[in-house]
């Protein structure tokens, strides 16, 4: 028996994936409890190490960092979005004179590392006598890279769609510019809500890198306080409390991402113009037989 995809598995494959799966799960255990045992056995776990999470200035610098690294992420995210939309219509366009600088922006953009990216905003500029502030440095290096990614993104979502999409638009009259903003990219973007959302994740995380230049976002708080020998060096625990904070951080960006995307599925805008499109390019396409067989369409 099989299927489209792939060959149904028997009762000797079935049983062979499920005594892997539980072969994987007890790895798994195995090196998350090794992990622990080695934090508890080398006192990472002792109340001294954890001290500093006792005092009220502490969780404020924490708050005030994770503000640091939301407003960060915040003006990075829109500024990608924005930089993905334009590059990815200039790359779309009919013109060779704004599709190939479109298309050299984008594959430079995405070649260059974010961390280069960051570098070459915060230690070069001022070579040539132009200083830059690490959060502007931070939002700018974000921007021009996940920008240069999500516009490949949009393109592939619209290059995706059917063509008869397009020449539906056509037939109703629409100019390329309206074609494009009310059947392509509403019904691209939604296709493509969830690699939209995994690269913003992939942005908010990348903030932490941040701290190499000094921005004083999560991690680098985390590691001013993890060296305070007064508190005990907690390198270790301010390293868990950071992660959970950014683990919490992407399952509230994935929760927000998940609802926006059932509002657009409940939503009928770019069903009723598809919807309103396809009968119309019917009835010319009858009319234009029509018109073959009769020499004109008005006898």
């Given at each position: 028996m099989s299927s489209v995809l792939y060959d149904v598995p028997g009762p000797r494959a079935v049983l062979r994936h499920r005594v892997l799966g539980v072969v994987t799960v007890l790895v798994v255990l195995a090196i998350v409890a090794f992990l622990v045992w080695r934090l508890a056995a080398t006192g990472q776990f002792a109340a001294q190490k954890?001290?500093?999470?006792?005092?009220?200035?502490?969780?404020?610098?924490?708050?005030?960092?994770?503000?640091?690294?939301?407003?960060?992420?915040?003006?990075a995210a829109v500024g990608a979005l924005v930089l993905g939309f334009v590059l990815a219509l200039g790359r779309m366009s009919a013109h060779a004179w704004i599709r190939w600088p479109a298309t050299v922006v984008i594959e430079v953009l995405r070649a260059i590392p974010v961390l280069v990216l960051m570098f070459l905003l915060y230690y070069g500029l001022p070579v040539v006598g132009i200083r830059m502030e690490p959060y502007w440095a931070v939002v700018i290096a974000l921007v021009a890279y996940n920008g240069s990614v999500l516009a490949e993104v949009v393109r592939a979502g619209v290059e995706s769609l059917p063509r008869g999409q397009s020449e539906a638009g056509y037939a109703l009259g629409l100019r390329k510019t309206g074609v494009m903003r009310l059947i392509l990219l509403p019904q691209a973007v939604r296709a493509m809500m969830p690699v939209i959302i995994a690269q913003l994740v992939v942005t908010l995380k990348d903030t932490a890198l941040g701290y190499i230049i000094t921005y004083q976002e999560l991690l680098w708080y985390a590691k001013y306080l993890g060296t305070q020998s007064s508190i005990g060096s907690p390198i270790i625990p301010a390293t868990i409390v950071v992660g959970a904070i950014y683990i919490g951080l992407c399952l509230l960006l994935s929760l927000v991402a998940t609802l926006v995307e059932r509002r657009l599925r409940r939503s009928g805008r770019v069903a009723a113009v598809a919807a309103a499109a396809q009968p119309t390019q019917e009835v010319t396409d009858t009319e234009l037989l029509a018109t073959q067989r009769t020499g004109s369409p008005d006898r």
């Open positions: 954890w001290e500093a999470f006792t005092y009220t200035s502490v969780w404020a610098q924490v708050g005030l960092a994770m503000l640091r690294t939301l407003a960060a992420f915040a003006a």
